[in-house]
């Protein structure tokens, strides 16, 4: 029994042109690039900056605490010297549903919002933020119910009270609709707009700054118009171009192959997803008996949430290897714009960095995380789309990695790695993991901080290091003695070229019923 369903990426793609008017006519004819947007509040050029980043951070207030409420009041003091926030994805849990937004975004957030001292009448779809605020898509944000359970509603049932009174899951009654949800909230959703009139003058209102081309861009003006022109764009800031990637829509695994090696590997899964199913039986019968009002079995129910969540991301990613059948789709337009994008920056002489940010983590060590199909197929295609940038931009690199930084949420924790010789232009690259804002935090696998890949040999099949982690922050001990800490960044910027990085973590941790704020000691790429 799953409790989500992810639409298929071809879905996801023609659902998010239609809201954004993807190369309308009207917007062609403005000549409009509705990849680009510009900061328009005269800082743009400033070399040293600094700005936060947050991910995963979309629940809800738990039974007795309220952990993405501690992570947004650890930003408060740093807001005022930090110029935009980046959000590495999953902005509303479970399914990206509009229902949850009040609850699981705009209240905790509130600060961050204008008219946010009245935050209880703020829409969804009518959200502007005072400072720069920058998302990215997660899979929970494009996630739907299926159809039973939308039939479930109509029924009063146990699991539905499980669900509610106890585990708190902020799962509501319907989905995101395949990112509707979030499309009106964070992207300028033209397809609301019927008439030409009215679509050119929100055009010719909006769409005024300039692009290194000549093109027109979307003008983000803080306090006033914060809307995004697309699911994935890019801006600059300081001579730094960031590059705000969808991975949702390039994630699909390769299917199993038809051999004797891929049958066994299907049943292999298949023993799996049964196993699982049961587990999660187990899990909401267990909750079933556990009074939430007793503190230790509280600690039980978080427990619990974080097993039932864990699970249905596994049975998400065994569903995906399993569709032998289904030729797996890569949003080959989206790849081939990043790699356009980074020949050109790395031909801009007033760029003397690149940031890349996204949902899905190429490399990882966080234990449900590391091995999925999803996470390789991320690895694959982005490493493809790098290398062929190395192939024309050549020696313009002077021995520099393509990218300065990558960020990345989906796993819960807060991780840096970095990549070793990897035999590919991903090669010396720092990796920064920020998913644990807010939902259910993850262990560090028992394998060990190194990862490897095996490479074909002439003669034998050899493993060897690509990744190592250097820092990793994310649920830890055991009983009593169990910690969280919750986390996100503040990432200072420096003049110079490649640019100086320094990392400061964040953290906000539950022990033992209480919470502890500190700063992790910061450390520099």
Known sequence: ?????????????????????????????????????????????????????????????????????????????????????????????????????????????????????????????????????????????????????????????????????????????????????????????????????????????????????????LRYEPGTFTRLPNRYYSFRQGGIDFFALDSCTFNDPIPLPKTHQGDARRRLLEQQRDRLEREKQQFLETASHLDPNNPYEVEQLDDLQTKLSQTDEVLADIKKQLAAHVVPTADVEQLDWLKQRLIASWNTPAVRGRVLYFHHPPYVTESTKWHQAQTLTVRQHLRRTLDEVARVVGPLTCGRPLVDLVLNGHAHCLEHLKTLDTGHADSHIPWIICGGSGFSLRRQRLEGPQLLETFPDEEATESRAVASSQLFIGRNGKGSHKRRPYSCLRIDVREGAPPQFTVRPLIAERYRGKWHRYEHPSFAI
């Not at 929970?140 to 109509?154: M, R, V």
Request: include cysteine.
């Open 1 to 217: 029994m799953q409790f989500i369903s992810d639409p298929a990426i071809a879905d996801k793609i023609r659902k998010m042109k239609q809201r954004v008017r993807w190369q309308d006519p009207l917007v062609a004819e403005c000549g409009i690039d509705q990849t680009q947007l510009v900061i328009a509040d005269g800082r743009a050029d400033e070399p040293n900056f600094s700005f936060l980043v947050i991910g995963d951070s979309g629940s809800g207030p738990h039974l007795d605490h309220h952990p993405q409420r501690e992570v947004a009041e650890l930003m408060l003091p740093h807001q005022p010297d930090c110029r935009f926030t980046l959000h590495t994805g999953d902005v509303v849990y479970l399914t990206g549903s509009s229902e949850y937004y009040p609850k699981n975004f705009i209240e905790p957030y509130r600060e961050l919002l204008a008219g946010g001292d009245r935050y209880e009448k703020i829409s969804y779809r009518e959200m502007v933020f005072q400072q720069p605020f920058f998302p990215v898509l997660g899979n929970h944000d494009y996630y739907d119910l299926p159809l039973w359970f939308g039939l479930l509603a109509a029924t009063t049932l146990p699991l539905r009270s499980v669900l509610e009174s106890k585990i708190d899951f902020d799962l509501g009654w319907r989905g995101s609709d395949r990112g509707d949800a979030y499309a009106r909230a964070f992207l300028d959703y033209l397809k609301a707009f019927k008439s030409p009139v009215e679509l050119r003058r929100h055009l010719d209102r909006h769409y005024t700054a300039k692009t290194e081309n000549g093109d027109r861009c």
